[in-house]
C-alpha cells in the first residue's frame, strides 16, 4: 500500500524520442503514468513492451520500481535480477541496494549478501546502510537470537481483502486503523494501486486486556475526506488525534511543483462524541511529506516519519517539541543512528521511551523491519535491533504498538496468508526482547617477559575521555571482567606493584550479546603507552595516537575538542610523574613567516598553560617554544602548491618526552 511509504521523487527521464516507434510512443506514455505514482496503468504498458521483446536499463528498472514501490517484492526481483544480469556494469548502486532487499523476499539470502557486497564496494566507506551491512554479516544468526519472543495472530474479524494497517490504541478500548475498504458508495480509485482511498475506522478491543477486535466502524466526523487518510496517534485525555492525510485542507487539494500531492500531519478534537476543528500542523509543507505521528509518553514529544531537506534517506524520523495547545518546535532528525539512505517510518514510542519502528534501510529479513531502539542517558537512542521473526518476515512489517502493562500488541503485515494487501495482526509478548547490551570485557594479566600471570593485579575501565568508569582486581588466575556498553569506545588500563602500568584502547560491537578477550601483558622499566615501549625522543602524540590539537584561525585559546586531547597528555604526565615533556607547536607556510612564529609561540604558551591549570601539572616539567614553519614536514613552503591535507601535516603539536 503506498500510504506506508513517504512519496519520493523518482527520475523520469527515459528516452531521448526521435522518430518516436510504437512501442517508444507506449513507454512515453507510461513515463507520463509512472511521473504521477500511477504505477499499475505504467506496469501493465511496460509489460507490454518487455513481452515484445523491448529491452532497455531503464524498462527493467522502472517495472522493477512499479513492484517494488507497491511492497510486491518477489516481482520486483524478478525484474530487478534482468537488470543486474545485463546491466550489471552500469547498475546504479540504489538499484544493487533494492535488487538485494527483494532478493531477501524470496529466500535468496546468500544472492542478496553478494549484491549487498558490490553496493558496499561502490557507494564507499560513508555509506550508513553499507556500514551496517559490513558491521553485521552474521545478521541472520542475531536475528535468530531475538526471535520467538512474540506469538502472532491475524484479527481476521477485522481485516479485509483490501489494505487494513496502521493500528494505534485509543485508550484501553479501542484501536484506530486505516483501510481502504468499500464503503458501498461511489468511490475514488487511487491510480497508484488502483484501490479505492483510505479511511480511517475504529474497533472495540476486549477490556479483559486481550488484544481481540471486533465491531469496526468507520470515524465519525469531518475526518474522512475522498483521499488518503491514515496513521493516528492520541493523547491520553483521548480529546485529541493527530493523524496522517493528503495535502487536503478547507475541501481543496494542494500539489507540490511537480504536481504531485504529499502527505501532511493534521489534528483534529473530539466534541460530542466526532472529531471535529481539524488544524494542518505548521512544520508541513507542500514539498515533502509528513506523516505517521507518535507521541512521547509524556506527550511533550511528537514524532512523525518525513521526506523534508536535510533527510539521511527516502524518509527519515523527526521530532517537534509540543511547547503548546497548537504551538510546536522546529523538527529535529533522529540522527544517523537510526535513519538511513532507506526508509525509516511508522514510529512508535513505549511509556518506558523505546522506540520502535520500520526500516528498510537497517539490515533485516526483507523489505520493511520492525526495530526497537532503546533511549541513552544523553536524550538520544542507542543502535536499534530487529525485533526478530514472527514480527518480522520476508515481506513488509510495519506499524507496530505494545501495551507494556498487558504484554499485547498490533502490527501490520503483507506476509503471505492474510486476508489482504495488508493485515493487522496481533501478538502477545511472551519473553521480553533482548535490547539491554550483555557484553564483557574480559582477559588474563600477565608479565610481558616471562609470561607469569600476575594476580591481584587492578584492570581499570576508562572511556575515551579518560575518565574513570570502574576498575576490579584480578583473580587468583589473574583473570579479570569488566561489562561494557555496545558500541561504545574504551581504555583499559593494568597495573601492579614494581611494573608499568599498560594502557590498550578498545572499542565495543553493536552486537548485544558477546564477551571480547583482551589479554594485558605488564613490563618492568620504561613505561609502556598504548602498548608501546616509550624511550626518550617519542612524540606522545604518536604514542597516544591524539588527534590534531585545532585552533580556531588566527585564534590560540584551547578549544574543546583540543582540551580533551591535552587531558590524554595529562592523563599520562600523572601517571608517571618523572616524565617531563617538550612542547613544541607548528603551522604551516601559508602566512609571513614572523606572523607564523608568534601565532605558534602564543599557542604554544597555551597549551602548556592548560596542562598546568588545568591538570595540576608542575611548570617545571614542562619546556617548549613555537616553531612557526620552521620545522615542516613536507616540501609546502612558500611559494609550493599543495593541497589543504599536505598543509595539515604542517599544522601539528608534539610532546616529546625528555626525561622519563
Not at 296 to 322: C, H, N, Q
Request: charged share 30%.
Amino acid at each position: 500500500m503506498k500510504i506506508k511509504y513517504i512519496q519520493t521523487s523518482i527520475l523520469a527521464a527515459f528516452l531521448a524520442f526521435n522518430g518516436v516507434t510504437a512501442q517508444e510512443k507506449k513507454i512515453e506514455r507510461a513515463n507520463k503514468d509512472f511521473e504521477q505514482y500511477a504505477y499499475i496503468d505504467a506496469r501493465d504498458a511496460y509489460l507490454s513492451v518487455a513481452k515484445k521483446g523491448y529491452s532497455s536499463q531503464d524498462l527493467f528498472e522502472k517495472l522493477g520500481d512499479s513492484y517494488y514501490y507497491n511492497a510486491d517484492l518477489a516481482n520486483a526481483s524478478k525484474w530487478y535480477g534482468k537488470l543486474y544480469d545485463e546491466y550489471s556494469s552500469t547498475m546504479k548502486p540504489e538499484y544493487l541496494f533494492r535488487y538485494s532487499h527483494a532478493l531477501k523476499n524470496v529466500g535468496q539470502y546468500e544472492l542478496s549478501d553478494n549484491v549487498m557486497e558490490q553496493f558496499d564496494e561502490e557507494t564507499g566507506k560513508d555509506e550508513r546502510r553499507a556500514k551496517l551491512f559490513r558491521k553485521d554479516r552474521n545478521y541472520l544468526d542475531l536475528i535468530d537470537k531475538q526471535s520467538g519472543k512474540f506469538k502472532v495472530y491475524n484479527v481476521e474479524n477485522i481485516n479485509t481483502s483490501g489494505s487494513d494497517f496502521g493500528p494505534s490504541f485509543y485508550g484501553k478500548d479501542a484501536v484506530y486503523f486505516a483501510s481502504d475498504r468499500s464503503n458501498g458508495a461511489s468511490e475514488n480509485i487511487h491510480d497508484w494501486t488502483n484501490a479505492p482511498f483510505l479511511n480511517l475506522f475504529s474497533a472495540d478491543r476486549e477490556s479483559d486486556g486481550k488484544s481481540t477486535l471486533f465491531n469496526p466502524i468507520e470515524t465519525k466526523g469531518a475526518i474522512n475526506t475522498k483521499y488518503h487518510e491514515s496513521s493516528t496517534v492520541f493523547t491520553k485525555d483521548g480529546r485529541t488525534m493527530y493523524f496522517t492525510r493528503n495535502n487536503y485542507t478547507g475541501k481543496r487539494r494542494k500539489s507540490d511543483a511537480n504536481g504531485t500531492t504529499k502527505l501532511k500531519l493534521y489534528k483534529a478534537s473530539l466534541k460530542n462524541d466526532k472529531w471535529t476543528d481539524i488544524r494542518e500542523l505548521p512544520f508541513n509543507s507542500d514539498e515533502y511529506s509528513v506523516a505517521h505521528p507518535a507521541l512521547s509518553a509524556d506527550e511533550s514529544r511528537l514524532y512523525f516519519a518525513s521526506d523534508m531537506p536535510g533527510t539521511e534517506g527516502l524518509s527519515d524520523i523527526y521530532f517537534v517539541k509540543v511547547l503548546g495547545e497548537n504551538t510546536y518546535g522546529e523538527p529535529i532528525n533522529l540522527g544517523k543512528n537510526i535513519n538511513t539512505e532507506g526508509r525509516e517510518t511508522f514510529p512508535f514510542i513505549t511509556e518506558k521511551g523505546d522506540l520502535f519502528f520500520a526500516s528498510d534501510g537497517h539490515i533485516g529479513l526483507g523489505g520493511l523491519d520492525v526495530f526497537v531502539a532503546k533511549p541513552s542517558l544523553k536524550g538520544k537512542y542507542k543502535e536499534p535491533y530487529n525485533v526478530g521473526k514472527p514480527i518480522n518476515s520476508p515481506d513488509d512489517d510495519f506499524s507496530f504498538i505494545l501495551d507494556e502493562d498487558d504484554k499485547i500488541g498490533y502490527f501490520t503485515s503483507n506476509r503471505l496468508g492474510g486476508l489482504g494487501s495488508d493485515d493487522i495482526y496481533a501478538f502477545q509478548q511472551i519473553d521480553d526482547l533482548i535490547t539491554n547490551c550483555n557484553q564483557y570485557l574480559k582477559g588474563t594479566v600477565t608479565d610481558a617477559e616471562t609470561r607469569a600471570l600476575l594476580p591481584g593485579a587492578r584492570v581499570t575501565l576508562f572511556n575515551e575521555k579518560l575518565e574513570k568508569l570502574t576498575s576490579t582486581i584480578a583473580d587468583k588466575n589473574a583473570k579479570y571482567q569488566l561489562p561494557i556498553e555496545c558500541d561504545e569506545k574504551y581504555v583499559i588500563r593494568a597495573e601492579e606493584g614494581d611494573y608499568k602500568p599498560t594502557e590498550l584502547d578498545f572499542a565495543s560491537s553493536t552486537v548485544f550479546e558477546f564477551e571480547h578477550n583482551q589479554p594485558l601483558q605488564l613490563r618492568k622499566g620504561a613505561p609502556i603507552i598504548n602498548n608501546i615501549k616509550t624511550k626518550v625522543g617519542d612524540d606522545l602524540a604518536k604514542v597516544l595516537q591524539l588527534n590534531p590539537i585545532y585552533f580556531d584561525f588566527d585564534k590560540d585559546f584551547i578549544r574543546p575538542d583540543a582540551a580533551i586531547e591535552l587531558e590524554k597528555v595529562i592523563a599520562v604526565m600523572k601517571e608517571y610523574p618523572k616524565m617531563d615533556i617538550d612542547v613544541r607547536s607548528h603551522t604551516d607556510s601559508r602566512a609571513p613567516f614572523a606572523y607564523n612564529i608568534d601565532l605558534s609561540t602564543r599557542r604554544n604558551k597555551n597549551t602548556i598553560k592548560y596542562i598546568v591549570e588545568k591538570g595540576g601539572i608542575s611548570r617545571s616539567r614542562l619546556t617548549g617554544r613555537g616553531y612557526g614553519e620552521i620545522e615542516l614536514t613536507n616540501e609546502c613552503s612558500d611559494g609550493v602548491d599543495c593541497t589543504e591535507e599536505q598543509h595539515q601535516l604542517n599544522r601539528r603539536s608534539e610532546f616529546i618526552i625528555v626525561r622519563q
